[in-house]
């Protein structure tokens, strides 16, 4: 056995004639097990939230989204089908058209935005799964429409009100002289569902069919505003989505899912790495216990010390036995406090201990990569406390 490591661990798992310095000891192992409990619970609630966050997304936004790069809308032509039936990694196609449009129900109003979608649309996205009452669009009945629980809201309105309808109205576009009766143009809807999601998207659409959009927004058959696209599971949404737009030229926008949401993944990443960075402060905190914790433990010893010295071990041989006791105190809290972290991530995910509201559970999530992040921190930060303590050692100190 190494002869630093045998004494290191003697030192680490023998008591201190100093009471003061056994109670130190226990302070700075409890202090790198709550560093890195904390850790990695934060890490985990987190990829917990960015997993929720994401899925949340999927139901929202599609894979690829293809827009005109000028105007509001464009062709839907055989070129541009061929374009997207040759390529293999996408699976379905879903024709948009999308408007601002103005509604009101019962003497309120708000301003909203018209989403005319085709059949596959519940496909290419997760929409079904945000449904909170009611059902999905049936083609077969063309003046319905979902709307998300923040416009049901504000409007006061629930489905199926068979008494009044929903009024949508859209500016008529090019008119020169604006009465009452050719301002807008006017449909109505009754309401058979509501959904959820993020703040925005449950404030945003009005879902309809996208034939009663065509005939409010009078577009001709092929014209639409968008097509969206859902691609193979393990597909590539970045290369396909330049290979697409390198086919289909510069008249067109082709955006992935993270492009549309590039402001949301900057702002959940760095939540993430802020947490992250509060957290190892309060770890690096907690090590200075341990710091002085290998100080007071180098002055108990010193006698020792200049024993093993006079025996002809080198003043680096004596500073490595300190720095591996500090390696080996870090290591065995980390263990620890990784070890109980990981039991109360699992019970959060199968008991939902914790909860955001009565009926939602804080979401976590067990990551290697968390582990891994918690584990090379937490051993790095201990190597260099250990290495500060072990410095105090020198010639003169021992001979001292």
């Known amino acids: 056995m190494n002869f630093s490591y045998y004494i290191a661990k003697r030192y680490l798992f023998s008591k201190a004639s100093n009471n003061a310095i056994n109670m130190i000891t226990i302070i700075a192992s409890f202090g790198v097990i709550v560093g890195s409990l904390a850790l990695f619970i934060i890490l985990s609630g987190f990829s917990g939230l960015r997993t929720f966050s994401y899925a949340m997304l999927d139901a929202s936004d599609p894979d690829i989204k293809i827009t005109a790069s000028k105007g509001k809308s464009f062709v839907y032509s055989p070129d541009f089908a061929e374009v997207l039936s040759s390529n293999p990694s996408v699976v379905l196609t879903s024709k948009v058209i999308e408007e601002r449009v103005f509604l009101k129900y019962n003497q309120k109003d708000v301003i909203a935005y018209l989403k005319g979608v085709d059949a596959n649309y519940n496909q290419i996205t997760q929409i079904d799964s945000v449904l909170d009452i009611g059902t999905w669009l049936d083609g077969d009945y063309l003046n319905t429409a979902v709307i998300g629980n923040g416009i049901s809201y504000k409007l006061s309105l629930g489905i199926l009100n068979f008494g009044k309808p929903l009024e949508i109205y859209v500016p008529n576009p090019g008119t020169q002289f604006l ?3 050719n301002a807008f143009s006017k449909v109505d809807a009754q309401i058979i569902g509501t959904y959820s999601g993020t703040e925005e998207f449950a404030n945003k659409y009005v879902f309809v069919n996208i034939a009663l959009a065509r005939a409010l927004l009078g577009f001709e058959l092929n014209r639409i505003t968008a097509i969206e696209l859902k691609l ?17 030229g510069e008249a067109y926008k082709v955006a992935t ?7 949301y993944y900057k702002v959940i990443n760095t939540e993430n ?11 690096i905190i907690a090590l200075f216990n341990v710091i002085g914790a290998l100080i007071m433990m180098i002055i108990e010893k010193k006698n020792n010390l200049k024993t093993l010295y006079s025996l002809g071990v080198g003043i680096n041989e004596i500073k490595r036995i300190f720095v591996l006791q500090g390696f080996l105190l870090t290591f065995f809290g980390m263990l620890v406090g990784l070890s109980l972290a990981i039991i109360l991530v699992f019970l959060q995910q199968k008991f939902s201990w914790f909860m955001i509201t009565q009926n939602f559970a804080y979401p976590v999530e067990f990551r290697w990569t968390n582990l891994g992040i918690v584990v090379f921190t937490i051993t790095v930060l201990g190597f260099f406390a250990s290495k500060i303590a072990g410095s105090r050692i020198s010639k003169e100190f021992i001979e001292g």
């Open 273 to 283: 790495f802020v947490s992250y960075l509060i957290f190892t402060l309060i770890v």
């Open 179 to 181: 009465t009452e009766s």
């Open 257 to 263: 899912k993270a492009q549309l949401n590039a402001l």
């Open 232 to 248: 193979l599971a393990d597909a590539d949404a970045d290369a396909i989505a330049s290979q697409l737009q390198n086919s289909l």
